[in-house]
Nanobody
């Protein structure tokens, strides 16, 4: 059974730099593309960043230069380092995995496995 576990959220002051983690069991991140998504109540879930199985990374424009996605093959984990957080970054953040070859900003329908989400609240 595939399970993804997102963690690292919490209450952060604007300008803070938390790191989200996504750990997996039942699959190897080496073979999967991993995406980070976020959702604000009442809005659609949006793709934030992705890393493909060969290491290509993509970001939505609003987080470019502030967020960095990375993968640790030994730990079988993917991280989202978030810097210079803004109140508008407040959301529940989800990690997801897909075996399909994807590129660009992650899209929900492309991903097969999802973690439970971790809430990031940025105070001004």
């Amino acid at each position: 059974e595939v399970q993804l576990q997102a963690s690292g959220g919490g209450l952060v002051q604007a300008g803070g730099s938390p790191r989200l983690s996504c750990a997996a069991s039942g699959l190897s991140f080496d073979d999967y593309a991993i995406g980070w998504f976020r959702q604000v109540p009442g809005k659609h879930r949006e793709g934030v960043s992705s890393i493909s199985s060969n290491g290509r990374t993509d970001y939505r424009d609003s987080v470019k230069g502030r967020f960095t996605i990375s993968r640790d093959k030994v730990e079988n984990a993917v991280y989202l380092q978030m810097n210079s957080l803004k109140p508008e970054d407040t959301a529940v953040y989800y990690c997801a995995a897909t075996y399909h070859a994807v590129a660009g900003l992650p899209l929900e329908f492309e991903y097969d496995y999802w973690g439970q989400g971790t809430l990031v609240t940025v105070s001004s």
